[in-house]
C-alpha cells in the first residue's frame, strides 16, 4: 500500500510539473486566458494530500508497534 502511495505521488509531482509549464506557456501569451492558472491547483492538492500522509506515515507506524502488547 505504502509503495502505491509512494508512487503515486510521483506521478503527481510529474503531472503538477507538466501543467505549470503548460500555464507558463498559455500565460505568455498576448491575450492569455486566465483560467488557465488554475489548472496546477489540482495535482497540487493531490500532492499535498499525499504528501503529508508519506509524512505521517512514520509516526504512525512508531504509535501502532508501541501500542502492540509484547
Known amino acids: 500500500m505504502d509503495t502505491r502511495i509512494r508512487q503515486l505521488h ?3 509531482s510529474v503531472a503538477f ?6 500555464t507558463f506557456v498559455a500565460l ?3 491575450d ?4 488557465v492558472s488554475y489548472v ?6 493531490l500532492l499535498l494530500i ?6 505521517a506515515l512514520p509516526y504512525l ?3 501502532r508497534t508501541a501500542a502492540r502488547p509484547r
Open 40 to 45: 496546477p491547483l489540482l495535482p497540487l492538492a
Open 17 to 22: 510539473t507538466v501543467t505549470v509549464v503548460i
Open 28 to 30: 505568455a501569451r498576448k
Open 50 to 55: 499525499s504528501g503529508l500522509y508519506l509524512f
Open 61 to 63: 507506524r512508531r504509535r
Open 10 to 12: 510521483r506521478w503527481f
Open 32 to 35: 492569455p486566458i486566465v483560467w
